[in-house]
């Protein structure tokens, strides 16, 4: 039976209230259920209002779900990637400036990866400190599998009237193993293409199609153009996957880039196989010891390399990833709480405007826990819609963004969990003392409205 009263023109559902209410209805309006109805009739009445007051919590909500999902998103894009790259990798690089006693000459484009930090930077200032032979002597460590120095070149690459900026990577034959690449056209390039530096190239799939894509040609056996150099492609490989870079490479042999492309005797990165991942810590412990001494590095001097292995790096992702998670819901926390004051500042407008209707329930019968009730109910209905519609638009924008960057869509329990657990719980905290204030009216002052 409703008993909500509308101002301000509304009907107002107090006529024949007296008349109308028995003891018994009173009896049942003591039970949940009644305040529930109650209390869903009251928002009902006033909905447009209603909606309005759920807005800072359903954007806050929308926030909280759609940064989660990019998050996530983005967390397993990397994931995959290290992954596909080998999860027994040890990676060597120069050190930066920041860790070594001089800068030398600087490089750019290589990937400082750290030992101290363990985390993956675009190392703007890298010591020249890698060469060939500490190649050689690295190979030489006991339970080393497989060994490719890397340097890599940012490029154009031209094919007739097409071109495409991209990286270029000098390597060993090993990397296609260290690395579980598959070849879809051709093959590799040979030991042979290796010793005598050979203009030999094999490209990626995001290469491959955007310089023969549009004329249909098999890329096997045509000449581009990388600079003043000449390259006849042999192999074409198939999708890695993960990240979107990882296609977007040519490999040509080690020697040609060290000879042609970057003529200096210094590597940008060393990637070493172990041959057992249990014995990873234990391999990287001996290559820095023998590194160090290779490079005359005393024990207070630091290291001019950095050593981390694909391990630590799914690890700093993951660290990463759980960090950005909880930033992003605490900056979301901030619009939920402005939605809890909007809730809380509304239902104590609702309070006023319904001092007749709480008297009169009080005069008849009603228990103040049943007003007390009826009240946090409204609360949290509010803030459990605005749950619900921000879930809704959450998983709307972190589809419609995942899809955009072409990184997964990941929804877990949690990302689906937290916005009712918020919701709730913004309703009870910030509904709870307008429900109390409505509870400790005086039944005889609020029928004086009357």
């Known amino acids: 039976m409703s008993i909500v009263n509308r101002t301000a023109g509304k009907t107002s559902a107090n006529q024949g209230l007296l008349a109308a209410l028995k003891k018994e209805d009173f009896d049942r309006a003591g039970k949940l259920g009644t ?25 806050g909500v929308a926030s909280v779900v759609s940064m989660v999902s990019l998050v996530q998103g983005v967390g397993a894009n990397l994931t995959d990637t290290i992954e596909s790259l080998g999860t027994n990798m040890i ?35 890298t010591t020249l400190s890698l ?31 097409q071109n495409w900026n991209t990286h270029l990577k000098g390597v060993d034959t090993s990397l296609e193993q260290i690395q579980n690449w598959s070849i879809e056209q051709g093959s590799w390039f040979s030991a042979s293409d290796q010793q005598g530096a050979r203009l030999v190239a094999v490209l990626g799939q995001t290469v491959a199609q955007n310089l023969f894509a549009s004329s249909g040609q098999n890329p096997i056996g045509k000449t581009i153009r990388v600079r003043d150099q000449v390259l006849r492609v042999v192999g074409v490989l198939a999708t890695k996957g993960g990240a979107s870079s990882s296609d977007d490479v040519i490999f040509v042999p080690f020697s040609t880039a060290l000879y042609r492309f970057k003529n200096n005797g210094y590597i940008d990165q060393i990637i070493v196989q172990v041959a057992d991942s249990n ?36 690890q700093t ?42 008297g009169i329930r009080l005069s008849l019968g009603a228990q103040r826990e049943d007003i007390l009730n009826q009240f946090l109910i409204e609360a949290m209905t509010l803030s459990l819609l605005g749950g619900l519609i921000g879930l809704l638009l959450g998983l709307l924008l972190g589809l419609g963004i995942t899809t955009r960057l072409a990184i997964p869509f990941i929804i877990t329990p949690f990302s689906l969990l937290l916005p009712f657990v918020m919701s709730a719980g913004i309703g009870v905290t910030f509904g709870f003392y307008p429900a109390f204030r409505a509870a400790q009216l005086d039944p005889i002052e609020s029928l004086h409205a009357l």
Request: charged share 10%.
């Open 279 to 314: 014995n990873i810590d234990r391999v990287q412990s001996d290559i820095t010891t023998m590194l160090e001494q290779r490079h005359h590095i005393g024990k207070n001097t630091p290291d001019d390399f950095n050593l981390t292995s694909s391990k630590q790096l799914l």
């Open 35 to 59: 305040n529930f109805a109650i209390a869903i009739e009251a928002l009902w009445a006033n909905r447009l209002r209603s909606l309005l007051t759920t807005l800072g919590i359903f954007i």
């Open 131 to 161: 060469t060939p032979s500490d190649v050689q002597a690295v190979a030489k460590v006991s339970s080393v599998s497989a060994v490719s120095p890397i340097i890599s070149v940012n490029v154009q690459a031209i094919y007739g009237n």
């Open 91 to 125: 990676i060597i690089a120069p050190g930066t400036g920041n860790n070594v006693s001089n800068s030398g000459v600087s490089s750019n484009g290589s990937i400082s990866v750290s030992s101290r930090v363990t985390s993956v930077l675009p190392a703007s200032e």
């Open 317 to 358: 992702f993951d660290q990463i990833i759980t960090l950005a998670t909880a930033l992003y819901v605490s900056i979301a926390s901030i619009s939920l709480t402005v939605g809890g004051v909007g809730i809380m500042n509304i239902m104590i407008v609702s309070v006023t405007e319904r001092t007749r209707e709480i």
